[in-house]
């Protein structure tokens, strides 16, 4: 059981997203960096699609009432456990009556913390994950606040076996950490409608950067930099977008749709972020910018081939680190 001691900016829960109901016009929500996301699992035993909790710039402070095994991912927010800087990126055997707090951002704007057995959340249409404006998943349908308590759900056998262990050392396995850069170059799809944009727009989107806008959150990042354009005037039929759209309203500055986009939209996409890239853009804070470079389809989609066997690779190495500890 965790006890929030203090709320923090926005701490909420969220899983991988609720999927199959965005024909009804439910948006999918979910976690900002689904990488972090799922390797916080894994290192604690669960399920990749277990929710985690997602800490947003300025972390909450909770006090855990029973021993828990834990792991936290994603932006390094100088987490502490009583006072002691915590490392990132590795489990950690966290003893009844500990407290753990979050300092300054460091490098990244989102942490996920993962419990082991995860939190016992009740599912909404099949998720865990808070969609905060409609007040819908998650603790009840809301960011955490001061005085909460979270309940977990009992742990496995094999995690069980973590705890029986006499020594007050944790386990030793890691992974190295993600890098999430100051400026990072974020690989991009041209879109559906990249064709329609005059030809300095095609150019200048590739070239030069652009600037996340104080007025961006959880449904889409808002670009400052060189305005972009269609070559004419043109109205388009709305049509679905996904996680990493990069949509041009009238006013020449891009959106990049997130976690809580909108199931359907109407501004002209000029480009689709590379599933793998989703968190290098997730991770930047207000004021950080960011540039993109093309690439086709295929290569996109062998990038993501690629990080799936990275994780797989992950998930074996950690599982086997589990039976020795164990």
């Known amino acids: 059981m965790l006890s929030i001691r203090k709320s923090g900016l926005q701490t909420a829960v969220q899983d991988l997203g609720r999927t199959g109901f965005q024909r009804y016009g439910v948006i999918a929500s979910g976690v900002m960096d689904p990488f972090a996301h799922r390797i916080a699992n894994l290192l604690v035993g669960n399920i990749e699609t277990s929710p985690t909790l997602e800490i947003a710039l300025s972390g909450p402070v909770i006090e855990f009432e029973t021993d828990h095994f834990i792991a936290i991912c994603g932006g390094d927010l100088s987490p502490s456990i009583d006072g002691k800087p915590l490392p990132m990126w590795r489990g950690h055997i966290i003893r009844k009556g500990s ?9 990244g704007a989102r942490s996920y913390l993962a419990v082991a057995g995860s939190f016992d959340i009740p599912a909404v249409m099949d998720s865990h994950s808070t969609y905060l404006r409609a007040g819908i998943g998650g603790f009840q349908g809301r960011a955490l606040k001061t005085g909460d308590t979270l309940k977990t759900v009992p742990i496995s056998t094999e995690q069980l076996g973590i705890f029986q262990r006499t020594t007050e050392q944790s386990p030793d396995w890691l992974i190295p950490p993600a890098r999430y850069h100051v400026q990072p170059v974020v690989r991009m799809i041209p879109g559906r409608q990249y064709p329609l944009f005059n030809e300095e727009s095609r150019t200048r989107i590739f070239e030069e950067a652009f600037t996340v806008s104080s007025n961006s959150d959880r449904m889409g990042y808002r670009l400052e930099g060189p305005e972009l354009a269609l070559d004419q005037p043109k109205e388009l039929i709305s049509e679905a977008v996904a996680f990493g759209s ?26 689709q972020v590379a599933s793998v890239d989703l968190p290098l853009i997730s991770q930047l804070k207000p004021g950080e910018s960011l540039k993109f470079r093309e690439i086709s389809v295929k290569q996109a989609e062998q990038l993501y081939i690629e990080q799936e066997q990275q994780i797989r690779q992950l998930k074996i190495g950690i599982q086997m680190k589990r039976e020795e500890w164990t």
């Open 246 to 271: 990069v949509q041009v309203p009238a006013d020449g500055n891009p959106i990049v749709l997130l976690a809580d986009r909108q199931t359907t939209g109407g501004y002209p996409k000029i480009g």
């Open 99 to 107: 407290v753990l707090s979050f300092g300054e951002p460091k490098r």
